[in-house]
């Protein structure tokens, strides 16, 4: 029976996996790829040290200015019917890079990517998982594959760290050459991740094997899939152990209060902040237990105060309006002492 079966499949052929709608292996070509800005370069590398599969790759070189969005990006005709992307990356320092997805006069989508410092990262990930940017015009308030008309891959903290004192103390300097190498990217008819069932009020869950949190300068980010993300650094002068993520405008709407799921081996404080689309950032310090069990560290909206440096407006918290939430540890401790916790979930409720 099995001899049967591998001769019909010799002569009929395996069953095939479904062809990308774009596939760009980067073997003879750039595919389009261009840099957003004049004096950034987007080419073919051949170098091995710097090509994940085959024998050719796309390697972004660029040095960071002042004012300049530190990208690349793909025009795109129609890809109706895609759910997804794929691809490899690569980047000289340790970075978070935005891959952003541009309707055509509308709407604006992004995810954000946590990347190594010259370690290859696979990528998949579902359109679903993109959100809505807060500068984005707001239509319908859904990603419309059809109207998809170009693809962006930005390095953000690049973009923000040059030429910003607060982005330099925050992220470190970026001056001088930087990198990114970009291998099989590929636009799928199916959606290449796990549909996730969407829990309302939800930040993060940690169904992805890359996170959208961006550390701060000596903090490092392992998210294990499912199972939260490790947090890990060294107490330094002059830095602050902190991380940051998005949050899709108008996802917390009729929340009362934030809470993060932990485990901190050490007792840990924390100051936590978060910023609202028109300026306001409120603030509030809070306590993690020590110990190898889970716990929730909840805070109510209400107890936040306005930030020192807030913009403000209407005066009060407004969670539909919430666009960014950061945490940093705020522990007395001698610099140099080390500490990491997990974050097993954040939500609001």
Request: charged residues 25%.
């Amino acid at each position: 029976m099995m001899i049967a079966l591998a001769a019909a499949l010799t002569i009929f052929g395996a069953p095939q996996a479904e062809r990308p709608l774009i596939f760009h292996d980067f073997e003879t070509r750039s595919y389009g790829w261009r840099a957003l800005n004049e004096g950034h370069s987007v080419d073919r590398t051949t170098n091995s040290l710097d090509v994940k599969n085959g024998t050719g790759a796309l390697e972004f070189m660029f040095v960071p200015s002042a004012g300049q969005m530190s990208g690349m990006m793909l025009e795109l005709g129609d890809i109706s019917g895609a759910e997804g992307m794929t691809f490899w990356i690569k980047a000289s320092r340790a970075t978070a890079i935005a891959v952003g997805l541009f309707e055509q006069d509308e709407e604006e989508y992004v995810i954000v990517v946590n990347v190594p410092a010259n370690r290859w990262l696979h990528v998949k990930a579902n359109f679903e998982d993109f959100i809505l940017t807060d500068e984005s015009p707001l239509l319908n308030r859904r990603l419309d594959v059809e109207k998809i008309r170009a693809v962006l891959m930005l390095d953000l903290i690049a973009t923000i760290a040059v030429g910003s004192d607060i982005g330099e103390l925050l992220f470190g300097s970026r001056t001088g050459s930087n990198a990114l190498w970009l291998d099989d990217f590929a636009l799928l008819q199916k959606a290449p991740a796990p549909k996730l069932k969407r829990e309302p009020l939800v930040i993060d869950s940690f169904d992805r094997d890359y996170t959208s949190w961006i550390p701060l300068q000596g903090v490092t980010l392992e998210p294990i899939l499912g199972k939260g993300m490790r947090v890990s650094y060294e107490r330094q002068l002059g830095r602050i152990p902190g991380l940051l993520k998005g949050i899709s405008p108008t996802s917390l709407k009729g929340a009362k209060e934030i809470v993060f799921t932990l485990r901190c081996p050490q007792e840990t404080s924390f100051i936590i902040r978060l910023e609202e689309t028109d300026g306001e950032k409120w603030q509030v310090e809070a306590r993690a237990p020590g110990g190898n069990e889970s716990a929730d560290m909840a805070i109510p909206l209400a107890d936040f105060s306005p930030a020192d440096d807030s913009e403000l407006k209407d005066g009060r918290i407004s969670p539909e309006n919430l666009k960014l939430v950061f945490m940093a540890d705020l522990t007395e401790a001698e610099p140099g002492t080390k500490n990491e916790f997990w974050i097993e979930k954040v939500f609001a409720r």
